[in-house]
Nanobody
Framework: QVQLVESGGGLVQAGGSLRLSCAAS?????MGWFRQGPGKEREFVAT???????YYADSVKGRFTISRDNAKNTVYLQMNSLKPDDTAVYYC?????????????????WGQGTQVTVSS
């Protein structure tokens, strides 16, 4: 069982930046970030393999960067040029598999989420 703990959320003005962190209790393979906005379904944001290969949702491509430090069992989400539409609870997820997954059911472990609010 892997425990995931997110941090780094908060309130920021449109155009600003935030960096989310997700600390895992053990070694992980593919990691991902998802988000769920008010009244919306949970949606894929970004994913990263153990070796550092990445894939992004079109809505965040060019603005968000996912990265990881395997020595620290930690994955990051650098979010720049934030928009009010980015307001959501952001969740970190870990998969037992090593493929880049974009679908939530393919992830095995989830964090509790961290709130990101972008004001206009």
């Amino acid at each position: 069982q892997v425990q995931l703990v997110e941090s780094g959320g908060g309130l920021v003005q449109a155009g600003g930046s935030l960096r989310l962190s997700c600390a895992a209790s053990g070694r992980t393979r593919t990691m991902g970030w998802f988000r769920q906005g008010p009244g919306k379904e949970r949606e894929f944001v970004a994913t990263i393999s153990w070796s550092g290969t990445t894939y992004y949702a079109d809505s965040v491509k060019g603005r968000f960067t996912i990265s990881r430090d395997n020595a620290k069992n930690t994955v990051y989400l650098q979010m720049n040029s934030l928009k009010p539409d980015d307001t959501a609870v952001y969740y970190c997820a870990a998969a037992k598999g090593g493929t880049l997954y974009t679908r939530a059911p393919l992830y095995d472990y989830w964090g509790q989420g961290t709130q990101v609010t972008v004001s206009s």
